[in-house]
């Protein structure tokens, strides 16, 4: 199944989107990589989401992949009276650790490392940033604020800290727990939640051990101060832009969004971007004019997918939020101004043989025009290459690791196909000429651009270029 478009599409799965036929809808109509959300559901729910994917992936033999985000800490506000209290304007609020019921002058905030964080001036945000407290003075376990705008304030609401780095870990047991589950199933990528600091995403590889590949969500401020250090140890980076947009002026979250997706194109790593991109079809069976030029938006800018949360998972119009966000990719990419885009933003090519080889590879395949570039891979990292360099034509991996084809599904402009290896020099340009013709991304008398490495099979050795005329 080849999709007519490069920028993928990550869909939700939830209560809207729990059927094996339903999920496999939603891939026939666009849904490249599935995300498991263990914010929600059971351990079972999710097993079950994934045996029905993989069911997908083997009637129409295409790998897909599989995302298990984690939920992170979340840090809330204990129980209220009554349920809730209105904050005015100006008044005296005061958190801390006692546990006692909150009411109009106190909230019970269960959280001892937020605490130490805290001191004068410093902001709170609560609930999605609708209340907003700043802190007149803070001690071990306390912290009187003003209340700056006020509202009702209801039980377990959250709490956002901006401007502040939390001695909070990205991972909290149940993560662990979630993790563990997740791998012992087979997921593809896990996102990881709150992450602040590059050591938040070194503590994750090393439990992880190459069982997945890691995606660093970025929805703290924190997290944008040390982004070069948090893209090179990830293996991709997710634009999370709800508890971001909560944390960061709303005028500032867009050139974020750019800032984020033009660095991860220079460090060659996938880049998603998510949240509200489609969210009036939740309720809706058409987007806003705003959101599909949100959703286009994202695509100019060069981002590897572009994803889909309470759209499919709870929405009542699932199908249509997937199809419609195919389309808007579809046109955005038919668009001359989109290859002008791409055209001149090419990041610099590290001065290795493998990146000058993949630069030359785009350069080839737009000058003969080429119907593909073709590239053979083990780790996937000759195929990123090709990805960062946003050429014209499809990118026809070529793997004998499921794993890797199944990972690359997240990578823009790549066809993954699942191969034996090659055994000389000829079989690679006989195979990537058949594989090429056989999923209908070349024809007779067209030709191919294949990269490799040779000797075959040694990751990362990208040493060849071959231009190669597709036979009968």
């Known amino acids: 199944m080849k999709r007519n478009r490069r920028a993928k599409i990550v869909a939700t799965l939830g209560p809207a989107t729990n059927s094996a036929a339903e999920i496999e809808k939603l891939f026939e109509t666009g849904a490249d990589v599935f995300r498991l959300n263990f914010s929600h559901g059971e351990h079972a729910e999710h097993k079950s989401r994934l045996d029905a994917i993989r069911a997908v992936e083997s009637k129409h033999n295409r790998p897909i992949a599989i995302l298990a985000d984690l939920q992170g800490p979340k840090l809330r506000i204990g129980v209220m009276q009554d349920g809730g209290v209105e904050l005015e304007q100006g008044q005296a609020f005061r958190l801390d650790l006692t546990g006692k019921i909150g009411n109009a002058e106190r909230a019970p905030l269960p959280h001892p490392e937020i605490f130490t964080a805290l001191k004068e001036d410093t902001q709170l945000l609560l609930d999605d940033g609708k209340i907003r407290l700043r802190v007149t003075h803070a001690g071990d376990g306390f912290a009187y604020t003003e209340v700056i705008a006020g509202g009702r304030l209801s039980d377990r609401k959250g709490v956002n800290v901006p401007n502040a780095v939390l001695p909070v870990a990205a991972m909290t047991d ?25 050591e938040d995403v070194a503590e994750a590889r090393k439990i992880v051990q190459g069982r997945a590949a890691i995606l660093s969500k970025l929805e703290k401020p924190a997290a944008i101060d040390r982004l070069d250090e948090i893209i090179t140890l990830s293996d991709a980076v997710m634009v999370a832009r709800g508890d971001l947009g909560v944390e960061l002026p709303p005028e500032d979250v867009p050139s974020i969004q750019k800032q984020i997706v033009r660095r991860c194109r220079e460090a060659g790593k996938p880049v998603v971007v998510a949240t509200q991109m489609l969210e009036s079809m939740i309720s809706s069976p058409a987007p806003t004019r705003a959101e599909a030029s949100d959703v286009a938006t994202a695509v100019y800018d060069g981002a590897d997918a572009v994803m889909l ?22 046109r955005v990419e038919r668009d001359e101004g989109y290859r002008a885009i791409m055209s001149t933003a090419h990041p610099d090519p590290e001065k290795t043989a493998p990146d000058a080889i993949t630069a030359a590879a785009r350069q080839v395949a737009e000058t003969i025009g080429a119907a593909a570039i073709v590239t053979y891979t083990t780790s996937g990292s000759t195929t990123l290459r090709a990805a960062r ?51 209908d991304l070349a024809q007779k008398g067209e030709r191919l651009v294949v990269t490799a490495g040779v000797p075959f099979g040694t990751p990362g050795a990208t040493n060849i270029l071959h231009i190669a005329w597709v036979g009968e």
């Open 174 to 198: 149940k993560d662990r727990a979630d993790l563990d589950f997740a791998l012992s199933i087979g997921v593809d990528w896990v996102a990881l939640s709150f992450v602040q600091r590059p």
């Open 309 to 330: 949360s309470a759209e499919t998972a709870a929405g009542k119009y699932p199908f249509e939020a997937v199809a419609i966000m195919d389309r808007i990719i579809a």
């Open 389 to 439: 360099e946003r050429p014209v034509v499809p990118v026809l991996c070529l793997t004998e690791s499921r794993a890797t084809a199944r990972r690359l599904v997240l990578a823009w402009g790549v066809h993954g196909v699942v191969t034996q290896d090659v055994r000389n020099f000829s079989d690679m340009v006989d195979k990537a000429c058949r594989i090429a013709r056989d999923e």
